[in-house]
């Protein structure tokens, strides 16, 4: 499997399960202001949408959005991850938490990530931070779904990520903090994190 990625972007939650479940996912980088691979080829031909992440498939498909392509990969990881089974009451919370964390936390970014005026980013930055406070007060310590780590801990982390970058004052939000501490310290997220630094 390939995965489609830009450093620091939305991609490195598949990256991160791809390091912590031992997958061997090849890596392909994305310049996202020409749409070209590392290689120069056209990613519109990988993604026609133009965004990472893109997985190809070890069977010559392409899977696109990134709460398809990290339940692939969680359902791929064997026990290496906590991945409820399809069907019970468990795997609902964990499509819970992805459909929260890409609808209301990720996609609340787009201000901040794509120069919005003043106004807009403060409302951005307000309405990203009151999301997080839901957070905050339903963690389940130490991850989303208890004990174990899922695929939405690797997304939660680089929501994370990006709110340090954006100067959002998590300071409010101890359990939060002790999470983002937690993963910057798994050996998945360094690796990741590493190799997206140095091909920067
Ligand atoms: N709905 C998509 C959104 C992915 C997304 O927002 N990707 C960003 C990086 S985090 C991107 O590639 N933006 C460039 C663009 O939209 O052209 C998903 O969940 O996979």
């Known amino acids: 499997m390939k995965l489609y990625y830009t450093p620091g972007a939305c991609s490195l939650a598949a990256h991160i399960v791809g390091e912590e479940a031992g997958l061997g996912l090849k ?9 070209k691979t590392a ?3 056209d990613y519109y031909a990988v993604n026609p949408k133009g965004y990472v992440p893109a997985l190809a498939l070890d069977d010559g498909g392409t899977l696109t959005e ?3 392509i990290l339940n692939y990969l969680a359902d791929r990881s064997g026990e ?3 991945t409820p089974r399809h069907g019970t009451l468990e795997r609902y919370r964990l499509e819970e938490w992805l459909g929260f964390i890409t609808t209301e936390l990720h996609k609340s970014f787009g201000p901040l990530f794509q120069g919005g005026g003043d106004d807009e980013r403060n409302k951005a930055k307000q309405k990203i931070l009151h999301r997080l406070k839901h957070v905050e007060e339903r963690l389940t310590e ?3 779904l208890g004990e174990r780590m899922s695929v939405a801990d690797a997304y939660l982390f680089v929501i994370l990520t990006w ?5 959002l004052d ?14 910057n310290e798994r050996d998945s997220v360094k690796r990741a ?8």
């Open 80 to 82: 290496k991850l906590h």
């Open 39 to 41: 290689d120069g080829s």
């Open 66 to 68: 990134n709460i398809a």
């Open 163 to 167: 709110s340090t970058k954006m100067h």
């Open 27 to 35: 890596l392909e980088k994305v310049d996202l202001k020409t749409h």
């Open 142 to 144: 130490p991850f989303l």
């Open 170 to 183: 998590l300071s409010p939000y101890p359990r939060l903090n002790a999470f983002f501490a937690r993963m």
């Open 193 to 200: 994190l590493a190799a997206e630094a140095g091909a920067t």
